[in-house]
């Protein structure tokens, strides 16, 4: 049986990548697929851990191959989500996780079944209040990040689920709610159960 394509995406500053590993250290029967990037690694980056980090040229090659579900160019650096690694952990019996934008969103959503998640920010305070909280970033790149977040989060009633996140186990119970009410759908159950349905339905 076939597993489900579950895609979260948000704005940076929403909290998807902590929702993201929550969810997985509480679900093990979901994976999260590894995109293929031409960004550099940053110090703590693994290879195959964080990313699968490769070459330009590499990539693009991989795009003329069309081995990517969806790919981007984000700040001059490419990020592609390989079609084989999905559907060898399609399988393997999981589940699987995209971890990306709405643009690779929309270009998955044409290729495959999926179940698409948008996290949002409480307000547009909070958002701000994250970003600044990082530390990292002078002020205008904050601004820049403001922007990019007002243009992503224009595209989340294209979703089919919208989490707001302001409480942060409010929204992963209900980001679980979500994934389990996919593995409850009828066809899945079916499919899964299909031997002890069987057996159930056999005449006296």
Not at 34 to 44: G, N
Not at 106 to 115: E, G, S, T
Request: neutral net charge.
């Amino acid at each position: 049986m076939p597993g489900t394509l579950f895609i979260v995406a948000a704005p940076s500053g929403a909290g998807k990548s902590s929702l993201v590993n929550a969810l997985l250290e509480r679900e093990p029967g979901i994976v999260l697929s590894i995109s293929h990037t031409t960004r550099p690694p940053r110090p703590k980056d693994k290879d195959g851990v964080h990313y699968h980090f490769v070459k330009r040229a590499e990539f693009e090659l991989l795009i003329e191959k069309d081995a990517f579900l969806e790919h981007a160019e984000v700040f001059g650096n490419l990020y592609g989500t390989s079609r084989a690694t999905v559907a060898e952990r399609f399988a393997a019996g999981h589940d699987v996780l995209l971890e990306i934008d709405w643009q690779g969103a929309q270009q998955v959503r044409k290729k495959l079944p999926c179940i698409s998640i948008f996290i949002l920010p409480p307000s547009r305070e909070e958002l701000l209040r994250r970003l600044r909280s990082r530390g990292s970033d002078s002020e205008a790149v904050i601004a820049r990040r403001t922007a990019e977040a007002r243009a992503e989060m224009a595209h989340c009633r294209e979703f089919d689920y919208i989490i707001v996140n302001d409480d942060f186990a409010t929204a992963l119970a209900e980001l679980r709610a979500i994934v389990t009410s996919q593995r409850l759908r009828c066809e899945n159950q079916l499919a899964r159960h299909e031997a002890q349905i069987a057996d159930l339905l056999k005449p006296d």
